[in-house]
């Protein structure tokens, strides 16, 4: 027996095991038995994904890329990032740098706390075409970025069986013998589109959509930082991008403002707004009265845990009974 250095890596909800294989130390006569031991969660190291980094004439490195289930994959843009970071922090290439795949010789960049690469052009583009399922015709698209995509559209993404019915797309003999991963996509209200995406090798739905999360709660720069570190209302808006990651239906919110200072308010009232113009429903119980008015459709007023009302915002505010439970009764 011996032992494999390694190093896990995680890009966007997508997460790697890297191994520098430079020296030829991985076994390829059991390597697939290997991929799916040590990608196996809950048994061992457990990864979306296994990335070889090895020796190349042609550019920094070359790199081999296995699923979980230990089959090939031509490409990956997340394990490309994590690959190309992986490589710089360890003395491989240098800040820009260029490494070969099977589809062909990806260029990349490292930043500071992060990494990006140019993926190769999109390719052999089919819209709006049938395919034959157990349930029925489906109209779907498709897309090759070095490897296979079916897009579906969807009214709601949050009720799409990614599993099963992405495992009928992923096997469907229209895409066989090498298969394909599904992206299932909707329009929001804010024009944003929300994606689910089932991922042939993991067999499986993935989670990388952390990015977005980020993005859309306004901390994408901040990707790297650990969250001990962040400012007290950026820790604040990534509690509600944690929520988000769940894609809730209904969002509970308890004091969100507590804390934050007149300027980190406003940002979390512009935040909630936005996730309900994304179509969620949000309960809040909240003190801050101008928050409350600001972006509450139906208000309800407890006082000592008994409720003295209910209404519209305008409704509510001109109700004696919570001028009183604010503001005091008036003595002459």
């Not at 032992?3 to 030829?24: E, L, Q, W």
């Not at 490309?80 to 922090?89: E, I, N, S, T, V």
């Not at 070969?100 to 089919?126: F, S, W, Y």
Request: aromatic share 6%.
């Amino acid at each position: 027996m011996h032992t494999i250095p390694f190093a896990k890596m995680s890009g966007t909800g997508n997460d790697f095991i890297v191994i520098d294989n430079r020296d030829g130390r991985v076994d390829d006569d059991r390597l697939t038995e290997f991929i799916q031991k040590v990608c196996r969660r809950k048994m061992s190291v457990g990864a979306d994904g296994l990335i070889l980094i090895e020796s190349c004439d042609n550019a920094d490195f070359r790199w081999r890329f296995y699923n979980s289930d230990g089959s090939l994959a031509e490409m990956c843009g997340n394990g490309a990032r994590c690959a190309a970071r992986f490589a710089f922090l360890n003395g491989i290439a240098g800040e820009n740098l260029s490494f070969e795949t099977d589809a062909g010789i990806i260029n990349g960049q490292v930043m500071d706390g992060g990494a990006k690469v140019k993926i190769p052009d999109p390719a052999d583009l089919r819209l709006n075409y049938a395919i034959d399922l157990e349930s029925g015709p489906l109209t779907v698209s498709s897309i090759n970025t070095g490897v296979p995509h079916v897009v579906v559209l969807q009214d709601n993404v949050d009720d799409v069986d990614v599993f099963g019915l992405g495992r009928q797309i992923r096997y469907h003999e229209t895409f066989a013998p090498a298969g394909t991963n599904v992206n299932f996509i909707c329009q929001q209200k804010t024009g944003h589109l929300a994606i689910r995406t089932y991922e042939r090798g993991v067999e499986n739905e993935t989670l990388a959509k952390s990015n977005d999360i980020l993005k859309f709660i306004g901390l994408e720069e901040k990707a790297m930082a650990e969250a001990k570190n962040l400012p007290y209302g950026e820790q604040r808006l990534l509690e509600i991008g944690i929520a988000l990651a769940a894609t809730p239906k209904i969002l509970l919110l308890d004091e969100p403002s507590a804390g934050l200072n007149e300027v980190e308010t406003w940002e979390m009232m512009d935040l909630i707004k936005r996730i309900q113009d994304t179509g969620i429903t949000i309960l809040l119980v909240e003190h801050d009265m101008k928050l409350v008015m600001g972006i509450s459709d139906r208000i309800i007023v407890l006082n000592f845990g008994v409720k003295i009302a209910e209404g519209t915002p305008a409704a509510v505010m001109s109700n004696p009974k919570v001028i009183t439970a604010y503001l005091g009764e008036r003595r002459e």
